[in-house]
């Protein structure tokens, strides 16, 4: 079954696998990131517009990876034939932790018509997350800007827009 490719999300990419009946370690893009628990099924591809849906057996996640064993896959070899490719999500199972998934997004201000720049790294290493952005008019130049959830007005995921609202004294 296809998916439509605009409720997905990318929330990592298979590392390795793990055991001997098939289960994955996913290496999550963002610790942040926490799912429900009903997770029945998710999508495999090198890219967003080549996935396919595979059935989940089980899941469970600790603090940056994601233990995963799909249906049909029943040996260590047939876990190994799918390293590398990326792990999608529709956006219905993710409960919190989105604001870290738009890496490569254009950045917008909410009520601004042209995007100020590309989102070219989410640094959540610290006790404050941080986008940096890097401008369209001076590639040289990068803005830093707190990745806050209440500071986010919307999020085109299919055209890979965030809209930030804007904020006096950031400019």
């Known amino acids: 079954m296809e998916s439509d490719s605009s409720l997905l999300l990318s929330i990592g990419s298979i590392t390795k696998s793990h055991g001997i009946e098939g289960e994955f370690i996913v290496n999550l893009y963002s610790k942040e990131i926490s799912f429900k628990n009903n997770i029945r099924e998710v999508w495999l ?5 080549h996935t396919h849906s595979w059935s989940v057996t089980t899941i469970r996640k600790s603090a940056q990876s994601l233990f995963l064993t799909l249906r049909k896959i029943n040996s260590i070899e047939e876990a190994n034939y799918l390293k590398g490719l990326n792990v999608y999500l529709p ?16 950045f ?4 601004s018509t042209s995007a100020l720049g590309e989102i070219i790294e989410i ?5 404050q997350p941080f ?18 959830a209440d500071l986010i007005e919307s999020i085109d995921w299919e055209n890979k827009d965030i809209y930030y609202k804007q904020i006096d004294g950031i400019f």
């Open 108 to 111: 917008y201000f909410s009520h």
């Open 123 to 127: 640094n959540n290493s610290g006790k």
């Open 91 to 106: 956006k219905k199972y993710i409960l919190s932790g989105y604001i870290f998934l738009v890496d490569g997004f254009n």
């Open 131 to 148: 986008y940096i952005v890097s401008t369209y008019q001076d590639k040289e130049d990068n803005i830093i800007l707190p990745a806050v």
């Open 45 to 49: 591809g090198e890219s967003l517009s």
